[in-house]
């Protein structure tokens, strides 16, 4: 009978990501005030983590996805609590980069049990006297109670829970992971977002980033608004290697209004600012069409239609759609529509205009058409030309790695 190393050597071949290691869980918790692109961004992080730990330990790292708690900008009175990755996301292809599994797959393999919390708490000095930036971690007294239900409102067994004070990449905690692994199997580490990139806009960000392709039914819904209600080529972009000269005949705009409004109103042209500035970019740019992603009101939406004139539409989720696939849903829809027009101009700061605009590196937009940015009033707000552009961080391409890009 052969042996289950020989097994394992020959499944090898043929099942990917399987391995002889012995299994370990990984998941995370974001501060619960941090919105939906921002946990895009710590997904990231979270997933090259699992892929330097399966590299540089002896253990068969898997990232069990957290649910989406309900967060601050889901305004919807629908049920929005601990949604599963695969409502936004395909699973598959986050899986294709990383071995990656929801918690309800978790929690039928390993049941209600997590081996231990760590709980990243912030190093009080940064800097060393020399003005060094340090880069650390230990295990000390926690600030605070650590909240297991910040993870999931389900009743896991947590065998123990600790604090690690800490500053760094993401690549700093590996030792300590790697230790601990070796009594504990499942491992939950809270306020990830802590921990940075271990190197920002390289080919494993890209990488990452590409295989969040979202999930299908959300693309055939912005897909089918854009054939009926905008000027769109479905072979846009698709499969593309060289520029992309088309896209929609439409400008896209995304505003971002009601925090910013409160918050950073500099950033944010008033409605008649915004709407003198896209006037501009329409003639600039030949378009007669307007899509406008926003979180601003629908008395503000038909305000800015009257102001600029001509067609100005935005995507009405109806209920159905709202009751499927939530705020989150809607939002991705919104970033796949802009993603596609032949310019788009972002908020700055704006982390939903961020992703936007990688969306549309991934579709081989040009840089000129993608990294526009609204002028605020701290500018004239009335010209797009009176602020600079947003930085600029560009694609990089790995041609060794196969991770799937459909968006």
Known sequence: ??????????????????????????????????????????????????????????YDWILVLPPWPHLYHWKSSVPQDWLPWGQFFDVESLNEYVPSI?????????????????????LEKPFTDKGEWLESVTEEPCHQRIRKDLFSPLDFNVKLMSCLTTQGRTSVIIPEL?????????????????????????????????????????RDIGTEFMKDHLDYDPGIGKGRSKPNKGGGAYLSVHLRSQ??????PHLVPSLKGLAKQLKTLKKEQKLKVVFIASDAGISDKKKLRKLIGGKVVWFEPDSDIIHRYGDGGVAIIDQW??????????????????????????LRFSVDSTFNQL???????????????????????????????EL
């Not at 929801?102 to 912030?122: A, C, H, K, N």
């Not at 797009?384 to 196969?402: A, F, G, V, Y």
């Open 1 to 58: 009978m052969a042996s289950f190393f020989s097994l394992c050597i020959l499944l090898l071949h043929f099942i990917p990501f399987i391995s002889c290691k012995e299994r370990r869980y990984i998941s995370y918790t974001v501060n619960m005030g941090e919105g939906f692109n921002l946990r895009r961004d710590v997904h990231m992080r979270a997933a090259n983590l699992v892929r330097s730990l399966r590299t540089k330990t002896k």
């Open 102 to 122: 929801e918690l309800e797959t978790y929690i039928e393999r390993e049941g209600l049990v997590i081996d231990e919390i760590l709980s990243l708490q912030r």
């Open 178 to 218: 790697h230790k601990r692994a070796h009594k504990s199997r499942s491992f939950v580490v809270m306020w990830f977002e802590l921990l940075l990139h271990d190197e920002f806009g390289s080919i494993d960000y890209w990488n990452a980033r590409k295989s969040m392709v979202y999930a299908q039914e959300l």
């Open 259 to 264: 925090d910013y409004q409160r918050s950073k």
């Open 337 to 362: 529509i802009a993603a596609h027009s032949k310019f788009f101009v972002g908020t700055t700061e704006s982390t939903f205009s961020f992703r936007i605009r990688e969306d549309r590196q991934f």
């Open 375 to 405: 002028c605020g009033n701290e500018n004239n707000e009335t010209d797009p030309h009176s602020c600079p552009p947003p930085s600029k961080w560009l694609l990089i391409e790995d041609n060794r790695n196969s991770v799937r890009s």
